[in-house]
């Protein structure tokens, strides 16, 4: 029976080491391209002399997306027996950066590749430092283009080691090196003679080896987007975040800790509802009043609820930080000023080298680890736990300067 819920993967890797290729074996190989899209890359690789052309693929759907047509693998890119997987679009490490703590997409798990002939290149670097300050533990690293190196497993065991050595500095243990070559489909679906010295698993059987988070399982977070009138009485409107939020239950409303009971939950064009499920966006009365945007609703005092906040963060702007500037503060729906007040360290994450401890200043495209002073308390989560409580940005004189996640 297939899951309900979607994993969301990232696919890393330095420029030309095969992601595009990889991805469309996947669609291949999971049969999850429409016919007539197969139809017509195989034309289009037909016209260039090749066979299906997986890199192609990809470009063909990439076009489809700017033009503004929309297909159906644009958001489930590819299924198994077990469930449907989501792929995060990782163009680059500040893109990527970006895209992940705005809240776009989730990763919950991530594929890395190399190149077995170019091996460890400056953008793996930059990955494999981003998974770890994203807090990406569920990663399978991909040793692509084995038939370029002959299937050799010791040039496979060289990079294995290497690689695993690079991602244990950040507090990674890869769950898999597996050896592939996506072009020819060795070890993405199926196993090969050719790897035969191998014996773990297949690409998709990896993959479904991962868990999927589920928010749903966790405790109950309910920021309040807005307050409205109606009807006579106040609503607080919003987006159940983790856990399930159920009518008559007894809640605590964060910072502030002050107990509450939910009289009503109302949704559009339902009636009668019982109770929310995370992901589902509702308004609900409570018993009392003085709710306001920002607060938490939770059903048990489990967040963290402090004025000093240790982050890990990146600094996205073209200018350098000096410690001290006053910034806001974001995280759900949270908004307060305050300022970083002490910069344990920051990081190249090119290199991922300390470029300096006990720092003064930030630099551009830098991640840095912080320790942000509030004016006044907030509620919030470990990324790894419940990341939406968990994740936040930096904004200074109204624009985004920097995105960072909670430790």
């Known amino acids: 029976m297939m899951e309900e819920k979607s994993l969301h993967i990232v696919i890393v890797g330095h420029v030309d080491h095969g992601k595009s290729t990889l991805v469309g074996r996947l669609f291949y190989d999971t049969g999850s391209l429409p016919p007539e899209k197969l139809d017509e890359i195989k034309k289009a690789s037909t016209l260039q002399g090749k066979d299906v052309e997986f890199a192609f693929m990809m470009d063909n759907l990439e076009e489809e997306r700017k033009r503004g047509i929309t297909i159906d693998i644009a958001h489930t890119f590819f299924s198994t027996e077990k469930r449907r997987y989501v792929i995060i679009d990782a163009p680059g490490h500040k893109e990527f950066l970006k895209n992940m703590i705005s809240g776009v997409s989730q990763a919950e798990a991530a594929i890395l590749l190399v190149d077995i002939s170019q091996g460890i290149r400056e953008q793996t670097l930059r990955h494999c430092y981003i998974l770890g300050l994203l807090g990406v533990r569920q990663v399978a690293v991909l040793v692509n283009k084995m038939d370029l190196a002959g ?25 898999y090196v597996i050896p592939i070559s996506a072009i020819k489909g060795e070890n993405v679906a199926k196993k090969t003679e050719n790897l035969s010295w191998y014996q773990g698993p297949t690409v998709l059987q990896a993959l479904d080896s991962f868990r999927a ?31 399930v939020l159920r009518k008559g239950q007894d809640v605590f409303i964060l910072p502030g800790k002050a107990a509450a009971r939910v009289l009503e939950i109302r949704k559009f064009l339902e009636d009668g509802l019982t109770e929310a499920q995370a992901t589902e966006c509702i308004g609900i009365r409570v018993e009392g009043d003085g709710l306001k945007r920002g607060d938490i609703i939770v059903d ?13 963060i990146f600094w996205m702007v073209d200018k ?8 806001t503060f974001k995280c759900a729906t949270q908004e307060v000023k305050g300022r970083i007040e002490k910069i344990y360290r920051r990081f190249d994450p090119a290199s991922v080298e300390i470029v300096e401890n006990d720092a003064s200043t930030i ?6 680890e912080v320790e942000i002073r509030l004016d006044r308390p907030v509620a919030v989560d470990s990324f790894s736990d419940i990341p939406e409580t968990g994740r936040f940005v930096l904004e200074h004189a109204g624009y985004p300067v920097a995105g960072g996640i909670i430790i």
Do not use: W
């Not at 009807?231 to 607080?236: F, N, S, T, V, Y």
């Not at 048990?300 to 890990?312: G, M, P």
């Not at 630099?363 to 840095?368: D, G, H, L, N, Q």
């Open 300 to 312: 048990a005092v489990t967040s963290t609820i402090t004025d000093s906040v240790r982050a890990n």
């Open 363 to 368: 630099k551009p495209a830098e991640v840095a």
């Open 320 to 327: 350098d930080y000096k410690l001290g500037v006053p910034l």
């Open 213 to 243: 988070l589920k928010v749903e399982e966790k405790g109950l977070r309910f920021p309040v987007q807005d307050m409205y009138d109606l009807d006579g009485g106040e609503i607080a409107v919003g987006r159940v975040e983790a856990g």
């Open 151 to 175: 299937y050799s497993e010791e040039a496979f065991r060289s990079i294995e080691n290497e690689i695993s050595s690079v991602l244990g500095r950040l507090n990674i243990s890869p769950a």
